[in-house]
């Protein structure tokens, strides 16, 4: 029995995917499951039980004995949030407890962190675990982030196999019911649908141009096919960089958007909005040694071949992965 937590949302729901691919359908998904529009992520995935979020630990304390491992992907992932309350609740409580759980019956976790620890990326975007008490996240959910890695390496008892994962900008099919947090590749679709053409931030940093803005945009698919890898082997616990290694304008990725949908490209530019102006990443680029360096050999797909796949496999019929 495998446990996926967050499995109504966007990484989760495609992890479940994968691991219904190699035909792991004895699957424990947990969430809110009162949030409606999550739920056709799930829909016609082969599936064991589904656990409210706020149960699993009284779940977990009956039925340890027959989980094999546990992804806990489930987090509150809203970057413009403000409250501290409610990222310690979700992002830093709940994972605590479910450390403590793994530990006390002897489960492997993968869990999920996030690249927005690095903050300004001014100390590097390496995964180097003795550089985390030096992060500093630009943001609230950043912090909860970090202050999880950070409490975690510091543990003297830990799951006898445990993973953080650093997710860089993840984008792909199941994001419909994100919103504003969807990727802008999502958004660069739904304008160019509605519109024709397409509106990028502009540049409030004399060292980037106008769409030169630059991230490691990471297709959902690789991110699920990398915690597949980790579940399989099982050693080499630490915290690890989830990107694609190569980071790529928000130019290209509007350029390839139009390409996909086979029309001509229209882009202008607006303000960054002033609530997130001040803490904007200008460049992310993971670096990928470490992962690779325990066996991890899949290539990364490429922004031009999962743009594409995205936009005309899934985006343009909604369907879902």
Known sequence: MIVVTGAAGFIASGLVTRLNAANFNDIVVVDNFTVERKLANLKGKRLREYVDRNEFFDWLDQHHEEVEFIFHLGARTDTT???????????????????QACCRYQLPLVYASSAATYGSGSLGYVDD???????????????????????????????????????FNVYGPNEYHKGRMASVIFHAFQQIQRTGSMELFRSHNPDYTDGGQMRDFVYVKDVAEVCYFLMRHRQNSGIYNLGSGEARTFLDLALNTFEALGRTADITFKDTPEDIRDTYQYYTQADMQKLRTIGYEQPFTRLEDGIRDYVQNYLVSGSYY
């Open 81 to 99: 949030e403000k409250s501290v309350e409610i990222f310690n609740l979700l992002n830093l409580d709940y994972s605590k407890q479910m450390w």
């Open 129 to 167: 675990e003795s550089i985390l008490p030096l992060l500093r996240p630009l943001n609230p959910y950043g912090d909860s982030k970090n202050d999880f890695d950070n409490w975690a390496i510091q543990q003297e008892e830990k799951p006898f196999f445990w993973a953080g994962l650093k997710f």
